[in-house]
């Protein structure tokens, strides 16, 4: 399940498998099409061939998590801010964000940026767009945006 969501996070003793070749089944849910997008193919093969565990500093290094912590209070404390920080931006542009990047994915980057430019021009009439600007130009530092 952790190479459905878009960020992941661990502890320092977490441990991760790809294990259903041990309960003699082929991994579903999306593990073997997600994986070898985030750890890449050879590391995939290998972790689901053998159902071996491996540690979250593993992980981090083969991309799998973007950081470990010593903590789960740590961790809790630090994806905390992190969600605080992208919840004060504009939910059209994050939502925007997430969805040019998942798109993007299976496309060429001329097509990307087609889909991108796509993407902004139905988006420059919202009012976060305004909201922005203007706390720009009065040196706001945290523009109010409204929810969806």
């Known amino acids: 399940m952790i190479t459905a969501c878009d960020m992941r996070y661990c502890t320092k003793d977490a441990s991760f498998s790809v294990k259903e070749v041990d309960l003699a089944i082929t991994a579903d849910?999306?593990?073997?099409?997600?994986?070898?997008?985030?750890?890449?193919?050879?590391?995939?093969?290998?972790?689901?061939?053998?159902?071996?565990?491996?540690?979250?500093?593993e992980a981090k290094s083969m991309g799998l998590v973007q950081d470990v912590y010593d903590s789960k209070a740590q961790m809790l404390a630090a994806v905390e801010t992190l969600a605080k920080q992208i919840a004060s931006k504009s939910p059209l542009a994050v939502v925007g964000t997430k969805a040019?990047?998942?798109?993007?994915?299976?496309?060429?980057?001329?097509?990307?940026?087609e889909y991108v430019a796509l993407w902004n021009a139905a988006m420059l009439i919202s009012q976060d767009l305004?909201?922005?600007?203007?706390?720009?130009?009065?040196?706001?530092?945290?523009?109010?945006?409204?929810?969806?």
Not at 31 to 57: D, V, W, Y
Not at 107 to 112: D, K, N, P, Y
């Open 29 to 57: 849910l999306g593990t073997l099409q997600r994986l070898p997008r985030l750890i890449g193919h050879g590391n995939t093969m290998e972790l689901a061939l053998t159902g071996r565990k491996f540690t979250g500093s």
């Open 100 to 113: 040019v990047l998942l798109k993007s994915r299976d496309l060429t980057v001329a097509q990307g940026l």
């Open 130 to 148: 305004k909201t922005a600007i203007q706390a720009q130009n009065h040196k706001q530092s945290k523009p109010f945006f409204s929810k969806l």
